[in-house]
């Protein structure tokens, strides 16, 4: 309770009373809240005279407060329910398989027992160590090694790379809102200056979709076959691969300076980039164009069955590419730690590929 003590000028006797400039900062539902009434040397909560009332006389402190403050413990609460393997499927790999799980407070030295503890498994049971670990954060460093290669010190071979959502997470950091018109395009953008399909798997999707359209009447829609592929299909049927290092360096300088400035602004007149923010990220970010290339002679993508569409059977693929996985060469099937960020496409529903790009 804040209080101020006041005093009267004639009979120098003292007063409690509200601090009305603390009062005056608050609005009337809370201004009800303070209901005490005062006295020369105490104040007492009303709510308690209520309750005096109400219980009679002989009422002790210990009572009053028991009244007030009750200690009601709840019953123990029953066992939880031993999860089903469904549950245990969706937090594993492809195989139910969970190779470590961990809860910390936060990511420091106690995970040193962790990886520890990992390399040592893979050590016993003689199988041959990843080759390739996506992270969200300390991919890579100008001098020396990372404490992720520390940690992984018993796979020296390690492939550490920066996942690429998080990646394009921070180059959105320079939007000045992610509520804004052109937010979602420009997260498209970014993801196809940064990946290509692979030729034959879009032909034989493109092909499919043809099929299905002629199979349903729909002639007139297959003049251009790619304004009618959903994102969902893209990223089921088609696998993907980085550009290298030259080409999305300079795809991405592009489209930053062609959104920077007034040209980018909504219906509102609000920009879609900060341009001191963004030019400063990017700076930054760009040392991460090494880090998110595809490992060389690493498959990221594991075929998890087929399905037919207008006739033509579609293979089904699964990636790799996610926070926390690692991949492995013999079979190229991800074990993760933690549940991966799959590989996904964010295109708007007009996408017709950026200008010079080509499956």
Not at 218 to 223: G, R, Y
Not at 254 to 279: A, M, W
Request: charged share 20%; net charge positive.
């Amino acid at each position: 309770m804040v209080t101020e003590i006041l005093t009267c000028t004639k009979c120098r006797s003292t007063h409690v009373s509200w601090n009305q400039t603390v009062l005056k900062q608050l609005d009337l539902a809370h201004r009800s809240e303070f209901r005490v009434i005062l006295t020369q040397k105490f104040a007492c909560d009303i709510r308690v005279i209520h309750l005096l009332r109400e219980r009679g006389l002989g009422n002790s402190p210990t009572r009053v407060l028991k009244q007030l403050l009750p200690m009601a413990f709840p019953e123990t609460p029953e066992p939880a329910v031993v999860p089903s393997c469904k549950w245990l499927l969706s937090v594993g790999n492809e195989h139910g398989q969970i190779l470590i799980s961990v809860l910390t407070a936060q990511e420091g030295a106690g995970l040193y027992m962790m990886t520890a503890g990992l390399v040592k498994k893979y050590q016993q049971a003689g199988v041959d160590p990843p080759v390739a670990l996506y992270v969200d954060c300390g991919c890579c460093t100008e001098v020396g090694e990372t404490k992720l290669q520390a940690r992984f010190s018993g796979w020296p071979d390690l492939t550490i790379r920066l996942d690429i959502w998080h990646f394009m997470r921070q180059l959105a950091l320079g939007c000045t809102t992610d509520v804004h018109q052109l937010y979602p395009v420009f997260m498209s953008r970014i993801s196809a200056c940064i990946f290509e399909w692979d030729a034959a798997d879009f032909a034989l999707l493109r092909e499919a979709k043809k099929q299905q359209l002629l199979s349903q009447g729909l002639t007139s829609h297959t003049d251009d076959i790619s304004r009618h592929l959903s994102r969902e299909e893209l990223a089921l049927h088609c696998r993907r691969r980085t550009r290298g290092e030259e080409t999305p360096t300079g795809l991405l300088e592009e489209l930053l300076q062609q959104l920077i400035g007034s040209s980018s602004n909504d219906s509102p007149g609000v920009p879609l980039l900060d341009r001191e923010r963004t030019k400063h990220i990017w700076r930054v970010q760009r040392k991460h164009i090494k880090c998110i290339q595809d490992p060389p002679g690493v498959s990221l993508y594991i075929r998890t069955g087929e399905l037919t569409k207008g006739g033509v059977r579609l293979p089904m693929f699964r990636c790799a590419r996610g926070s926390t996985s690692l991949v492995f060469p013999s079979t190229p099937q991800p074990l993760h730690t933690r549940r991966a960020y799959w590989d996904t496409v964010s295109l708007p529903a007009d996408w017709s590929g950026p200008a010079g790009y080509a499956p």
